[in-house]
Structure formats: structure tokens, C-alpha cells
């Protein structure tokens, strides 16, 4: 991250020094929940101004201040992003159960709770999201006992009831929100895979044709030279122009197996070759591939001599 980050305030460029797409939404709907914080502070503020609750100002503003850090934190510095989705679970979390065991719970509540329970899995994953739920399960448990089996009022912890209105519309938009973003993102991944292997597929069939064509013109011209050389070597040549013939023939045959070879590396994709055990002669192999070498070490000037140990036999 560069030295700018550190006065950037844009989410859009934020993004854009993010290529993980799950990150992208992650830092997106933090943002969101965030920004609509505010709102929801306006309202609160509001709410202890109309009751005349002026102590309760005091946590709005601590909210306010809290809400400004982190989301500047998230702007400057998105590869903590999983830190800062900690420290905000943690905060609802004893703002949670604060509520539970000595407040109203009333929709807002619960739909606070909702919320965590759904941004601890997808924010932080399975682990974490398994752990966070169980808290909340434990605590509502605790509480329920607690109230003696009935802690969920209709009313919430705000005076107003139209305050208290707006409050949940706004947690159903960030509901909404984090759902939506998440789903885009799952589904858009999984679109761009299947698109990413219908290319491979046809890449690998593009090989596959490519290999098999060329493989199927270069045996016409192959077979041509090892016919002729057959032909010339039935003319009873010399024994210099024997060696050159045999020397032509065998590398012929090596380029024509090779070529093979190249069409059983299409049969192994496609899951049809067949291993053989062939025995060959090594002493006559070593010779007949050190040939070709003797005419360039010859037009170099270069002594180039093959000594094979009268051990080595027939191998199979």
C-alpha cells in the first residue's frame, strides 16, 4: 500500500489495490454496515435528545468516533480487514449482551444479533463464524433462563418508536446489503470457474488436434526417407554407405517413435494408454544413437569413440 492510502477516503480506490474478490466484498460490506452506522447514531442521538437522556450522549459520540477510525483503518489498511471485523464483533457482542441481561431486547436487538451471526461466517469463516454463534446461542440461553423465559419485548431500547422504526429499517439494509454482496460475489466466482474450464476444455482439445494433425503429416515425409533408405540399403551398398544408411534409417525410426509417442501423450489425457514391456538391445541402442553424433564430432575435427562394457548385454 502506498504512502497516499494513508489520506484515502474513497472505497473505490480501495478496492482496486484488492484482486481477491471475496476480500472486495467483504471490505464492501463492511463499508456499508459501517457507513450506515451513522444514521443510526443520528437517530440515537436524537432518541436521548427528545428523553432527555443526556449521559446516554456520551456512548453516541464514543460510537461516532469508533465508527470514523475504523472505517478509515479499513480504507488505509484492507489487509486488516479481518482484524477490524474482530474488534467490531467483539464491540456488538458486549453491546449485545449488555442488552440481554439488564436492557429491553427488542427487534433491533435481535436483528443485531442476526447480523453478527452472519458476518462471523462470512467476514472470518467457518471457525470463527461457528465460535461467534456459539457465543450468542450461550448467552441468549443464559438470558432466557435469566428472565425466566420471556426476555423479548415488543418495544426496543429506544423511547421513540418511530426512532425505533427507522433503526430496524436501517439494520434490514444492512442485512440486505451483506447478503447481496456475498451472493454476487459466491455466484460470480462460480460462473468465472465454469467459464475458466469450458476455456481449458477447449484448450486442451486445441492441443490435442494440433498434436494429432502434425503428428499425422510429419509420419508421410518420415516414412518416405525410412522406405528409401531401405531401398538404398537392399542395393548392396559399400560398408561406408551401409553405416550411413543404418545411421539414417535408425534416426528416422527414433523421430518416427518419438512422433508416436507424441499421440500417447493424447491417449494419457484421455485416459486409454496401455504400458508394454518391449526387450531391446542397450549395446545396439547406444550405438546407433552415438552414430548420428560421429558425423558432427567428424565435421568438427573431434575424436568421438562409444566403449561399452562387454557386461552389458541383452536388457529387457
Known sequence: MNDLSRFN????????????????????????VL??????????????????????????????????????LLLSRPDIVKI????????????????????????PIMQHIFMAMTFSFYGLGRRWGI??????????????????????VLNSQYDNH?????IIGINFIAIAASHYYFYAVLYGTLNEKKMLNEELQLTVKSKTDFL???????????NSVIGMSNVLLNDKPNKEQKESLDVLKFSAESLLSLINN?????????????????????????RNACAGFGAKAGEKRLNYHVQIDTQIGKQQ
Open 9 to 32: 477516503w474513497s472505497l473505490k480506490r480501495t478496492l482496486l489495490n484488492v484482486s481477491d474478490p471475496i476480500e472486495r466484498a467483504k471490505i464492501t460490506v463492511f463499508f456499508i
Open 35 to 72: 457507513l450506515l452506522n451513522f444514521p443510526k447514531i443520528a437517530l440515537s442521538v436524537t432518541d436521548h435528545l427528545i428523553s432527555h437522556s443526556y449521559d446516554k450522549l456520551i456512548v453516541d459520540a464514543i460510537s461516532f468516533l469508533i465508527s470514523i477510525v475504523v472505517i478509515k
Open 84 to 107: 477490524l471485523i474482530h474488534i467490531a464483533l467483539i464491540a456488538i457482542t458486549s453491546y449485545i449482551i449488555r442488552n440481554l441481561f439488564f436492557h429491553k431486547v427488542g427487534i
Open 131 to 152: 465460535l461467534y454463534c456459539s457465543i450468542f446461542t450461550v448467552t441468549m440461553c443464559l438470558a432466557l433462563i435469566n428472565r425466566g423465559g420471556n426476555f423479548i
Open 162 to 166: 418511530t426512532i425505533s422504526i427507522l
Open 212 to 222: 494429432s494433425t502434425m503428428s499425422h503429416e510429419l509420419r508421410t515425409p518420415l
Open 262 to 286: 507424441i499421440l500417447d501423450f493424447n491417449k494419457i489425457d484421455s485416459g486409454k494408454i496401455e504400458l508394454e514391456s518391449i526387450p531391446f538391445d542397450i549395446s545396439t541402442l547406444i
